[in-house]
Every structure is written in structure tokens, then in C-alpha cells.
């Protein structure tokens, strides 16, 4: 029997079916626990990775972030679907911009705060109040590691959304302490936004990062099986990025 270090966990990632979360559903599964696939759209996709011989046991659960009903039934959703309360929430799913993008063009100014920052943090609290006495929990948010930048710069809901996640992520930190950890992966180029047609990385790969490469999605679930296993981490923000929150303001 292979070491498996999330034995006995139960996950529930937003915005899992794809991309980055979908990775993150996989090396969750390969570490023993047990995982719920969050997805709004990419039904097939959440099936698929739930289908997938990694997990021990996973499930799907539809839900649009952007709805506060819906997100308040989230987590009993989730804890009904595997019969046991969760305790790892992975706060992946979120609304991206095109750089530069300004609150004023978007039909729905609110969304990526609403996605992006209410949306984790009342699964956060959720998840707290849900557990059972003496257990303990862990939230992992994902955010960007522009962070270090935006406070000059921050055009853009996205921007000010993730600005506002890696602040909750430590607030969350201290207000669920001594329970449930709270911690951040504030990821740098990893894939290129999918409503960002035709993006070109190479120019950030050269100019932005230090170690002139991309970062994965594998590298990422790597980070994230660290926070969820160690008790000695919260309120920290680790910064998945090759170095490219060293390198100054962006321009993209
Ligand atoms: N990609 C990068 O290089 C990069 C860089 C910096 C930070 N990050 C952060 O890392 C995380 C993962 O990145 P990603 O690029 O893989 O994310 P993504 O593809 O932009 O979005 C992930 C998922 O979020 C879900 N989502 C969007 N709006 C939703 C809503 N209203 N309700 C519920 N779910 C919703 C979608 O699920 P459905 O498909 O099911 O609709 C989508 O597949 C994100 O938090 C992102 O901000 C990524």
C-alpha cells in the first residue's frame, strides 16, 4: 500500500473540470482523499475527472459561484454527496479580465467579486461552521501572484478581485484559527486565460519571468498537496510563479 498523505481527506474543488482544477482534483485523488469536482458549465469535463482511476472516491456537484443561494448550499451539497462534512476546500473556480479590462465596459461589474472573493470566503465559513468538534480543515485559495503589483496598478475587476483574495486569505487565517488553515497559491503564467483569444505568452516568458519558463499545472498541485498537509502553515501565501512577482510591474 503506496503512502498516500490525504487519506481520510475530503476535498471539494471549485471550477474542477478543467484546466488547472482539474489537475488539482487528480494529484488530490492520487493522495488518498476523497474529492468533489465543483463545475458551472463543463459538465462532461467534472464527469470525466470524477471517472478517473486517480480517485479513490469522487463526486460532481454543479453550482454558479455568481449566485449567493447557490453558493450558501454548496458545501451541504457537497458533504451530502460523500457523506461526510468537508474539510479541504479549494477555492480554484474564478472569472478572469482581459488586461486592462475596466469595471465600466462589463455587463455585470459585481461578478468577479462575487466569483472570485464572496464566493470563497463564504465557503470558507461554511466549511468551519460545518465541522464536526475537534476536526480540523484547510482552504486553499488560488490567486494571483500580480498581487505584489496591483496595489499601484489594479485596473480591472479581476485585479481587484484577486487583490482582495490574498487579503482575505490571511483575515480568513486568524478569524478560523485554531481550526481550519487558511493559506494561498498565487500562481504567475501557468495557462493563458481562455477568453484572452490568441494570447501570445512568450513575450511574458521572456521579459517577465525569472526562470524563463512556464509553470505547470502538476507544479501547482504539488504546492497545494504541501499546504493541505502540513498544520504548521496558515495565513501564508506561497507564490507559484518562477520568480515573477520579483520583476516589477506587468505589461501585457
Ligand atoms: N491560468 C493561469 O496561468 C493563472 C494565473 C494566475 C492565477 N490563476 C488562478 O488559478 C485558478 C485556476 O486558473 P484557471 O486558468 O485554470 O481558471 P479558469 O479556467 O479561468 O476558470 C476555472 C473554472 O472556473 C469556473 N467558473 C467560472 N465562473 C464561474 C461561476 N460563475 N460559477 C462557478 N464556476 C465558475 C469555470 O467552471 P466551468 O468550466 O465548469 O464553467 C472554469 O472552468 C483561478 O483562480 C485563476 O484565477 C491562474
Known sequence: MPNLPLVGTRALVTGGAVRIGRELCLALGRAGAEVVVHFRTSQDEASRVAADPAHVRAVTVQADLGDPDQVAELIPRAAAALGKPIDLLVNNASVYDPPGARTSTSPDPDL?????????????????????????????????????????????????????????????????????????????????????????????????????????????????????????????????????????????
Not at 195 to 201: L, R
Not at 217 to 244: K, M
Open 112 to 252: 468577479n467579486r462575487r466569483v472570485n472573493v464572496l464566493a470563497p470566503e463564504s465557503l470558507a465559513r461554511a466549511m468551519a461552521a460545518a465541522l464536526p468538534a475537534e476536526a480540523a480543515g484547510c482552504v486553499v485559495n488560488l490567486g494571483d501572484s500580480r498581487v505584489i503589483t496591483w496595489p499601484r496598478e489594479a485596473d480591472s475587476a479581476y485585479a481587484r478581485s484577486k487583490l482582495e483574495l490574498h487579503g482575505l486569505t490571511r483575515r480568513l487565517a486568524l478569524e478560523l484559527a485554531p481550526r481550519v488553515r487558511v493559506n494561498e497559491l498565487a500562481l504567475g503564467s501557468v495557462l493563458p486565460p481562455v477568453t484572452v483569444e490568441g494570447t501570445d505568452y512568450e513575450h511574458v516568458k521572456r521579459n517577465q519571468i525569472p526562470t524563463g519558463r512556464h509553470d505547470t499545472p502538476a507544479e501547482v498541485a504539488h504546492a497545494l498537496l504541501f499546504l493541505a498537509a502540513n498544520p504548521a502553515i496558515t495565513g501564508q501565501t506561497v507564490y507559484i510563479d518562477g520568480g515573477r512577482h520579483l520583476t516589477g510591474p506587468v505589461k501585457e
